[in-house]
């Protein structure tokens, strides 16, 4: 689906009717197909990305301050950092840069 090509009559009527840029996207994605050329969000659709989503952003949440170390193509370890050492680590990296 990703190779869809947008017209300029959907251009128009995306416009007209409010829709932002990665609406789009975000219902081919997340829709049922309901015919061959169509989909349609439903709210039970709706519901699940919404739970998924808030899934991921509580990931994020208990995510938040992790460091992932990477050796070639293996990952050596992963660890929580404490907030000074975070802030460190990213002075770092910036000066290296």
Known sequence: ?????VTRHTEARMRQ???REGDLA?????A???AD???LLTATDADREISRRKHEIEQLQRLRGCKVVVSDDAIVTICHMRPTAVRL????GRETR
């Open 1 to 5: 689906m990703n190779d869809l090509v």
């Open 17 to 19: 009717r409010g829709f």
């Open 26 to 30: 975000l219902l081919l994605e997340a």
């Open 32 to 34: 049922t197909p309901v």
């Open 37 to 39: 050329d169509a989909w």
């Open 89 to 92: 680590a990213l002075r770092r």
